[in-house]
DNA sequence: AAAGCTGATGTTATCGATAACATTTGTGCA
DNA sequence: TGCACAAATGTTATCGATAACATCAGCTTT
């Protein structure tokens, strides 16, 4: 009667086959003392019922999950939102499935409380995007014996980490606008106390420094259109602003559309650089110069370090840095 | 010895409270029949192990976990973004984890290696953000006593949908502009086997033809704005195209950009409406006047409507549809 | 030919929870 | 006072897999 509704077991499958559960079990793990002739009576057997092991009562006897948690502050922004995209997919090849936890705050007990979140689950490991300090900070709970590899954190906190090289882009950009023929370059960074940010922003100022080129002053806003717009209507005020280089893509339109509203030509009078390329960035007016960032390596990065200390391999990287290259085009192109 | 390494299970609470397990259970489970006071010797028990309960152990003896799959095409867009981050907070709070699938393409076999993947992990009921029929017709697979909520997908299968009232949107929208005092309304749709699509479309031409208009050809692209751009660099040269309803932010900012080349000013020559609200949508140039999705809501009406069937309650609503309100800007003001 | 491998398979214990049933304790009422 | 019934708690079976150990052929090896 239930034997209808209840999805098959292993021992339905043993049944079937004429063997064991045991035997079941080894065909499915791959097991080499199995003759040949009886992993073709199990595996017919399987696809007979129609059979799925059961994830949970192998956790619970093996002890670990395949299941990868990620942590992401806002996944809505489009480099979060494409990596988690990315992860998943490389994750699904290696056999692992992805569970989310958003946060909208950075606080303490909101990032507790995503970890406990994966923790009830037993996550075999967790990836965690971590774009300041703060957050870092946050994530004291995280056991010690749980693989853990950060996003975007702090090189220095020991944990595994793959970032961007945020630097490298920024000089990229600078230089860029320099090479164009400007005396400086301006910079509209994100929120300070991200680590993006913060790269971004020695990048910048290490060129210009060592074109012996003054550095304005540095102006900070999060990563909004809205505050580039603000921003923008300031520098647009301000005539001996020829280059501004910003932290991102929206940053950027925020400062386009600033810039269009006070009659200053981009790039005629000013020239803009921002950096995500996002997909939109070509449409811009103008199309927006930027500096791409290759996503899906980091997440490719972030799943092999993972995989890395689940398999107890010591001798595994213990940091990644995936490049990031300038995209030219109208809003600051190659030549003034 | 391994008692340090191994974490804490109910027998150790149990120990420690002095009770036996099955009390322990039944404090975690609030169940009714235990005194006050043991109660709280087991909670203190459990806060001094650290005691965390193992969903693998509960989800094999009860049969279903507390995990709902979301199968998303692409979530590096927009909508589906927010969707999916706004879904896993809600299902947080209604104690559900979230795993999440992607697929790039929309085609039969990556839809069920997703949905696999899914009931592999034994998924209490799945979400699909199914953007296209086609997208509906590839999860044949899905078994049928599996609990579903599509969003976005056809009313007419039966299963429960949550949808976006994308046709009183885009009414809204066309007519807003005719209000506007343009003799007609032209429209850029996505791809025209997108639900979302549709209705935008059937909500243009219903109002155009309601007010006596003639109705455009319609022009269909896809969601970006690359296609958005070339779609608009053919509209900027046909003087009698005075207003524009695209089916998304990201359209609108190609044909904002080519008008913008082709010197036809917004909205004094062309008055321009999207679709979807984008957090940068206020910084365009000009700022768009766009129709706003109410994701939180959508998210949450999804996972009602999916816990609703989990509790096997037969009368819960099949289908929800959740408004869309025009926000106006620059880029079609009130009046002209 | 007996001892000793090795490859193939089966048996039983186990993971950590809930379900079902059993037992003890407590309370109201005739 | 004692009986009936409810509340509180304990005992044992169970879910479906893997781990550990046991068994049993069939081969070497000396």
Same mark, same amino acid.
């Not at 900070?220 to 647009?236: C, H, I, K, V």
């Given at each position: 009667m239930d034997r209808i509704s209840r999805s098959p077991a292993m021992t339905d499958v043993a049944r079937l086959a004429g063997v064991s559960h045991q035997t079941v079990s080894r065909v499915l793990n791959d097991h080499p003392n199995v003759k040949e002739q009886t992993r073709i009576r199990v595996r017919a057997a399987i696809a007979a019922l129609g059979y799925r092991p059961n994830r949970a009562a192998r956790a619970l006897v093996t002890g670990r999950s395949q299941l990868i948690g990620v942590v992401a502050r806002n996944s809505t922004l489009y480099g979060p939102a494409t990596m988690l995209s990315e992860f998943e997919q490389a994750a699904a090849d290696a056999g692992f499935a992805v569970s989310v936890g958003s946060v909208r705050e950075l606080d303490r007990s909101s990032m507790n409380s995503v970890v406990e979140r994966h923790l009830d689950q037993r996550v075999a490991g967790l990836v965690v995007i971590a774009n300041t300090a703060s957050a870092v900070a946050a994530l004291a709970e995280i056991p010690e014996d749980l693989p853990v590899v950060f996003i975007d954190g702090d090189p220095a906190s020991g944990r595994p980490v793959v970032t961007v090289d945020q630097v490298a882009g920024a000089r990229a950009a600078t230089r860029h606008l320099l090479d164009s023929g400007h005396e400086t370059v301006w910079h509209v960074s994100g929120p300070t106390d991200w680590f993006d940010s913060a790269g971004r922003i020695q990048g910048w100022r290490q060129?210009?420094?060592? *074109? #012996?080129?003054? +550095?304005?002053?540095?102006?900070? *806003?999060?990563?909004? *259109?809205?505050?580039?717009?603000?921003? #923008?209507?300031?520098? *647009?005020?301000?005539?001996? +602003?020829?280059a501004i280089f910003t932290a991102n893509d929206h940053l950027a339109l925020g400062i386009l559309r600033a810039l269009s509203e006070r009659g200053r030509r981009v790039p005629h009078d000013v020239a803009v650089v921002g950096f995500d390329d996002v997909p939109e960035a070509a449409y811009f007016i103008p199309p927006l110069t930027t500096v791409r960032q290759a996503f899906g390596d980091v997440a490719r990065a972030a799943l092999s370090l993972l995989l890395g200390q689940l398999g107890d391999e010591a001798g595994t990287a213990r940091q990644i840095v995936v490049p990031a290259h300038l995209v030219i085009r109208e809003s600051a192109p190659a030549r003034v």
């Open positions: 060129t210009l420094e060592e *074109a #012996g080129r003054e +550095v304005p002053p540095l102006l900070s *806003a999060d990563w909004s *259109a809205s505050e580039g717009y603000r921003t #923008g209507q300031m520098l *647009a005020r301000m005539p001996e +602003v020829t």
